[in-house]
């Protein structure tokens, strides 16, 4: 009997160790925000360790001192942030250390996009109206200098007015050329691709995708299949689910509200994204501080799922971690990033695991 005891201890022992062998690894996830006059005490991005398994985050250390940067975007080569300021940047950095900053061609930059091959970069200038396209080496990540830059005309389509152009969101649907341009201030969506006729030149093509005045498109995503976009309107807090053409047009199929019928407060919606099984879109709401879940039907029309509380106050992003089941928000105006948990049918849950975090706009994790 004490052998057999001793046996089933051994056993115990070798299966804990095991299971400790099986802890996931914690993730660095990068953190961007406002700083100088309007956040003071931030200095830069900053790190958190994000623990998988428990979601607890680490206190936030800076990674490098920096402007206003408000978007990321984290590649092999290094990290990109924008300056969202008055001249508006854009820094390239390695390790921690600034080695390149170049002009972003317009005020207030909001928006980075690096398309497949790793080619090209494009950046959008919210105050200034326009994009900027970079050539960028896929190997060290170093931009060129001069990219080619529109900016958009301060009158609306078909004579609608509006007070002035605000590109907000620039990108690539999944294996197609034109490149997409968001623009809020002008309600609409317009179409671009490589110029046969001058190297480094983007013309126009197609037709626009013209939303309700005052609509004010913000960002959207696209389906993996390359047929469908879902598009955030931040002004009327809606969500428009759109198909893609053979050429790359944009025809409107539904639009939802991204609130609740009876709310009658200020909101305005900010960040959307797509789950990796493409079943689920989720949407935030700043002012109703809500994450919005919403599910997808197999012919891609969409149906409001659930409202989930952010647990504080301007939920401008927020970042997915599937492989956590966890979904991170970033409220900007009550200074926390907070974790919610992602059931297996998409839904969000509390899981109150939160961080003190300066006015945080942006998550992204390391590669």
Excluded at 197 to 224: I, K, T, W, Y
Aim: aromatic share 8%; with cysteine; hydrophobic share 40%.
């Amino acid at each position: 009997m004490a052998i057999r005891i001793a046996v089933l201890l051994l056993v115990g022992s070798l299966a804990a160790c095991g299971s400790g062998n099986q802890q996931q690894a914690l993730q660095t996830l990068y953190v961007g925000g406002y700083t100088a006059e309007k956040v003071p005490t931030n200095e830069g991005v900053y790190t958190v360790q994000f623990d998988p398994g428990t979601r607890e985050m680490s206190q936030p250390v800076l990674y490098t001192a920096t402007t206003s940067p408000s978007w990321l975007a984290v590649t092999e080569q290094g990290l990109y942030a924008v300056e969202e300021s008055g001249a508006g940047a854009i820094h390239f950095f390695k390790d921690g250390k600034r080695v390149q900053t170049l002009p972003s061609e317009g005020a207030a930059p909001c928006h980075i996009a690096i398309n497949d091959d790793g080619k090209t970069l494009v950046v959008s200038n919210y105050t200034g109206g326009s994009f900027a396209v970079f050539n960028r080496d896929p190997s060290s990540g170093l931009l060129e200098e001069n990219p080619f830059t529109i900016l958009h005309s301060s009158k609306g389509p078909n004579a609608r007015q509006v007070t002035k152009p605000h590109v907000h969101w620039a990108g690539w649907a999944p294996g197609k050329d034109p490149l997409y341009i968001v623009d809020l201030g002008l309600d609409s969506i317009t179409t671009y691709t490589k110029s046969r006729n001058e190297a480094g030149h983007f013309d126009r093509v197609g037709s626009q995708l013209l939303l309700p005045v005052g609509a004010g498109p913000r960002q959207m995503v696209f389906h993996p299949n390359g047929k469908r976009a879902y598009i955030l309107n931040e002004l009327n807090n809606t969500l428009t689910y759109a198909e893609l053409e053979s050429n790359g047009d944009l025809i409107e199929q539904q639009t939802i509200s991204t609130l609740p019928a009876d709310f009658k407060d200020h909101s305005q919606a900010a960040h959307i994204a797509l789950s990796a099984n493409s079943k689920n879109v989720y949407v935030s709401n700043r002012g109703h501080n809500s994450i919005a879940h919403i599910q997808l039907a197999d012919d891609g029309k969409m149906a409001m799922n659930q409202w989930q509380n952010t647990q504080g106050d301007w939920p401008r992003f927020f970042l997915l971690l599937e492989d956590a089941s966890t979904l991170l928000v970033a409220n900007q105006k009550s200074n926390s990033l907070v974790a919610l948990a992602i059931a297996k049918n998409g839904s969000l849950s509390e899981t109150g695991q939160t961080l003190a975090v300066n006015a945080p706009t942006f998550i992204a994790p390391s590669l």
